[in-house]
């Protein structure tokens, strides 16, 4: 998806569409509140953009901190290339590491669900000098615990076989046209789920969504397996920054055990904080009421109110 926002997307996501060349891509995102403020990094995952931050982008900029929510390369509204090679792990983080330096950006916030935890958390460890605080929800950045979900014949691994996945992905558009309107615990309007499922709606624009899975390192030899050890070897690197983790219970994808795993790994975390009626696209679900909550937990560590 390229090109200005349509008319019936403003009410719901109002904020100036910006982009960057990284990595010989444009990769498009919003650049929210005050310049001089922290900046947050708000990053979703498949299949979403930044319009799953719409709950809480307000809240955070009224707070005296600087909203940036970008969208992927391969998803939102940035470049969509057809070729798993610029759509892996490591690629994204690098991605990610490219706009964050052409921003300056210093002293920033990583928020992140989904792919953008490791994706989120591989680039901030490459510049970890410059990390102020971490906010991880329903997420994950390790290889050593795999949850049921991820394990199971279906639909998971039935997902990323070449012809079933293919035609799930592709054929039907389970996750490019589905996702976060499937889900939804509060319930969504049409013009709602329309937001997520646009920029999608070019043929073979959603190829992200297939190779996003099928990066998921489950055994060792997997792609991405490699990138994913190596963000959890460097994870006692994090152990005076401060994390907070946020949890929606009923998430099939990342349940709780996710979390208190991640809690191991990061016992000086905060949290989990569970937020019932919240599933996978937590934001989506309860990001007005998470907001505030993050907003107190970086005005506390970050030294007092914006």
Do not use: C
């Not at 997520?196 to 070019?202: K, L, S």
């Not at 990138?227 to 994390?243: C, F, H, Y």
């Not at 998430?251 to 000086?268: N, S």
């Amino acid at each position: 998806m390229s090109g200005p926002k349509p008319e019936w997307l403003k009410k719901h996501f109002p904020w100036e569409q910006k982009s960057l060349l990284v990595n010989g891509r444009s990769m498009a995102y919003i650049d929210e509140g005050d310049p001089s403020g922290p900046p947050v990094l708000l990053l979703s995952g498949n299949p979403t953009w930044g319009f799953l931050y719409r709950f809480m982008i307000p809240t955070i900029i009224e707070a005296g901190y600087r909203a940036i929510a970008p969208d992927w390369i391969g998803a939102g509204y940035s470049d969509k290339p057809r070729i798993d090679a610029s759509l892996t792990l490591a690629h994204h983080t690098a991605d990610l590491v490219s706009l964050m330096d052409q921003l300056e950006l210093r002293n920033f916030v990583i928020v992140g669900q989904d792919w953008g935890g490791p994706q989120g958390m591989g680039a901030a460890l490459q510049r970890i000098e410059r990390m102020a605080a971490g906010v991880f929800m329903n997420t994950w950045f390790y290889t050593d615990y795999v949850g049921q979900f991820h394990s199971t014949p279906f639909p998971w691994t039935s997902w990323l076989s070449p012809l079933v996945g293919q035609y799930f992905h592709k054929r039907i558009k389970t996750l490019s046209h589905g996702g976060p309107s499937v889900t939804t615990q509060r319930g969504m309007t049409e013009d709602e789920a329309r937001a997520y499922h646009h920029i999608f709606d070019e043929t073979d624009s959603d190829h992200v969504v297939l190779t996003w899975p099928r990066t998921i390192p489950l055994q060792k030899g997997d792609r991405g397996w490699d990138t994913m050890q190596a963000i959890q070897d460097r994870l006692p690197e994090l152990k005076d920054i401060p994390i907070l983790l946020l949890w929606g219970p009923e998430d099939e994808v990342f349940p709780i055990e996710y979390a208190h795993h991640m809690k191991k790994l990061l016992p000086h975390a905060e949290g989990p904080i569970e937020f019932d009626k919240g599933r996978h696209f937590i934001q989506d679900d309860r990001g007005a009421d998470m907001a505030p909550v993050i907003v107190e937990f970086l005005n506390r560590k970050l030294g007092g109110d914006q």
